[in-house]
């Protein structure tokens, strides 16, 4: 598994002492907790032969092979710190089962019925053959499988940024080592933590959070799924490799009227009321982001860029690169990679005219 290539980066963990060195190697260390304790692991579920066929041709898939390298090349890419990602990095919800599925309750244990390790693993070499060397991922991805025999066994290069889910700051710096441990090349602070402490009036934790992150030598972002976190940051002259901050239209069914919109309802109960908020949109006033996002040089990940499957690939895609995002985070099944790989190359080729410039040069 990959760690970020900062030669300073075992001595500062040692060093600052948070948690115990780091093994010998990258791989060692994304075994440790991982192979301990597995809350739900099945084997390979076939749909079809073809589908069989698949897994035995992702698993022996050389990712150095010239041909599999051409493909690759064809995903345009940008700089966040020290590392090249591709323009569209995939998301974690899918494996998280964290579905968004409003009032359709069988999704989410259709989903845990079909993303089996296995073909959770399948997803993961998909998305690099078509050039999406990046993934958002949590340290619970790693009990719930055995994430580290993607790398170990299917030749996995994939590097992947930690999403660290906490709003106890006195927590924060054990946990993001425990993310560094498992081999996360990047880092950012948890949506859910920079609206709460925003809502909360308690935004020096934002800042303190960015802090600890900046000792550890690894590209660190702020998330947030509402505006005035990351302008917070920005008013405070704080300096991320990035920002996350969702992004997508309101012109889907399921869209609550604006009228009714409020700070911290996506953290509270849904409502039967389709007027009312219903775990249905993540992005309150998208014209007020991207008018803002304008004049902002920290690269901008979009994600939620689909309203979660509200909103076609296609429509949402286009959307997020005309207006302004250096990248997009989408959650995605196997079958779905391919589409959104070649959608992200169309859109970002026919994006030339957006008015924020690309602030996340290749």
Known sequence: ???????????????????????????????????????????????????????????????????????????????????SVGRLISGSNLISMNMHARDLDYVTALATHYNTEERVFMTLKLCEEHGINTIVLKNHNFKRFRLSKYWDEWGGKMQWIADVITTDINSYERLLVEHLELGASAAYLWGGASDTWYYQKKQDNIIKAFEIMKKYKIPVGICAHRLEPIAFCQKQGLVPDFYMLTLHHDRYWSAHPKTNRRFMEMYGKDSPDHAQYHDNMFCHNH???????????????????????????????????????????LGMFDFQVKQDAELTQKAVAESNSRKRPWVARA
């Open 1 to 83: 598994m990959r760690f970020a290539k900062n030669p300073n980066r075992r001595e500062v963990l040692r060093t600052l002492g948070a948690l115990p060195v780091l093994g010998i190697s990258s791989r060692s260390s994304a075994k440790g907790k991982s192979q301990d304790k597995v809350d739900a692991v099945t084997g390979p579920t076939f749909i079809a032969r073809s589908d069989k066929q698949e897994y035995a041709r992702l698993k022996a898939l050389d990712l150095n092979d010239p041909k599999v390298v051409a493909r690759q090349k064809k995903m345009p890419t940008g700089k966040i710190g020290n590392l």
């Open 287 to 329: 014209e007020q982001t991207v008018a803002f996002m304008q004049d902002v040089k920290v690269p901008w990940i979009a994600f939620k860029v689909l309203a979660a499957g509200a909103i076609g690939a296609k429509d949402g895609i286009n959307y997020a690169f005309k207006s302004g995002a250096d990248f997009i985070c």
